[in-house]
C-alpha cells in the first residue's frame, strides 16, 4: 500500500489499465464494428450484392420458396431456420443444422439465400464469416477454446470497472477538470484530454463493462445457480425463459403439415403482425415444433417475442 487512500487509488487506476488494455481495445474494437455485422456480411460476399429490399414482398411466397429448398436441401436436418428479407439483410435466409455427432454440443450450420425480386436460390456465396467474425472476437477471442477466452475477457472486463471506480475516486474534481484544457503543456495536456474523453464517456463505460460481466454471470459466479439446481442448469434457464423452451424429440416419426397447412395456421395465429423469421425442431417427429418470431420494429422490445 502507498503512503494515503488517495495515492493507492491512484496507483491501482494506472497498473489495472495499462495491464488489460490492449485487450480491451481488442474487445471494444471488435465489438463496436459488429454492430454492423450484417453489412459487412453482406459485403464479404459480392454474389449476394444483385439483391434488393422490397417491403412489399410477398412473405408468404418467400417462406414457400425457402421450405422448398430446404426440403430438398436438408431433409434430415436437426433443425430448420427461414430469416424474411429486411433492409440490412436484402435476401431470405434459410438455414438448417445437422444432429450433433458425438461429443459435440451443436451439429454442423449451414445456410442458403434466395433472392426474393425472383424467388431462386442463389448460387453458393464464398466462404466467409464476415462481420459473425468480428461478433464472435470480441467475447471469444480467437485461436483459443471460448471458455478460456470468455474467462480471459471477463478478467479484463473487470479490471476495467476496478480502473473506472479507482478513476472516479481520484478525480476529486472531476466535473471541474473536464471543462479544463491546457494545449501545449506537454503531457500535462494529454492528461487533461484523458480526462475529458474519459468523463464525457463515463456512463456508456460504466454501462458496458458492468453489462459485460452479467451477460456471463453465471459462468463466473456458478455456486448459487449449481446450489440450487445441480446438475439440471437447464432447468433454470427453461424457467427464466419457457418462450425459448424446445420440447426433446419422442423418437417417434410423424407426417409434418404440408407448407400451405402450416402458413395458414400460423397466419391465424399472429395474424398480420410482421414475420421476422420461423424456426422449426425435431424434424418429421411427434413433438416437432414450429416457432414464430415478430419483427422487432413491432415491439416494445428489442427481444423480438416469438
Request: negative net charge; contains cysteine.
Amino acid at each position: 500500500m502507498k503512503d494515503s487512500f488517495f495515492r493507492s487509488m491512484t496507483w491501482l487506476h494506472t497498473w489495472v489499465g495499462l495491464l488489460t488494455c490492449w485487450v480491451l481495445f481488442l474487445v471494444f474494437f471488435a465489438g463496436t464494428a459488429a454492430y454492423y455485422r450484417a453489412e459487412i456480411n453482406l459485403w464479404m460476399q459480392p454474389e449476394n450484392h444483385g439483391s434488393q429490399y422490397d417491403a412489399n414482398a410477398d412473405n408468404q411466397q418467400l417462406i414457400l420458396n425457402g421450405l422448398t429448398s430446404l426440403a430438398q436441401q436438408a431433409p434430415d436436418a436437426e433443425s430448420w431456420w427461414i430469416y424474411l428479407p429486411t433492409q440490412r439483410v436484402p435476401l431470405l435466409t434459410y438455414a438448417w443444422s445437422d444432429p450433433a455427432a458425438e461429443g459435440q454440443r451443436f451439429g454442423d450450420y449451414h445456410q442458403g439465400f434466395i433472392n426474393p425480386a425472383t424467388g431462386e436460390a442463389l448460387p453458393k456465396a464464398r466462404e466467409s464469416r464476415g462481420g459473425d467474425f468480428l461478433y464472435r472476437l470480441h467475447f471469444d477471442l480467437y485461436y483459443m477454446s471460448v471458455l478460456t477466452a470468455r474467462w480471459i475477457v471477463g478478467f479484463c472486463t473487470m479490471f476495467m470497472l476496478v480502473a473506472i471506480i479507482s478513476g472516479i475516486v481520484i478525480h476529486k474534481r472531476i466535473f471541474k477538470d473536464f471543462f479544463s484544457f491546457r494545449p501545449g503543456k506537454g503531457p500535462r495536456s494529454w492528461l487533461d484530454a484523458h480526462v475529458a474523453s474519459s468523463v464525457l464517456a463515463l456512463p456508456f463505460h460504466l454501462m458496458i463493462t458492468y453489462t459485460g460481466l452479467v451477460t456471463l454471470m453465471f459462468m463466473y459466479m456458478p455456486w448459487g445457480l449449481n446450489t440450487q439446481y445441480g446438475d439440471e442448469t437447464q432447468a433454470f434457464y427453461s424457467q427464466w425463459k419457457p418462450i425459448y423452451q424446445t420440447p426433446a424429440a419422442t423418437g417417434t416419426p410423424a407426417t409434418m403439415l404440408d407448407s400451405q397447412s402450416l402458413l395458414s395456421t400460423i397466419h391465424s395465429v399472429v395474424g398480420e403482425s410482421p414475420l421476422e423469421g420461423l424456426q422449426f425442431d425435431n424434424l418429421n417427429d411427434s413433438n416437432a415444433s414450429v416457432t414464430v418470431k415478430i419483427a422487432p420494429e413491432h415491439s416494445l422490445n428489442q427481444q423480438a417475442p416469438w
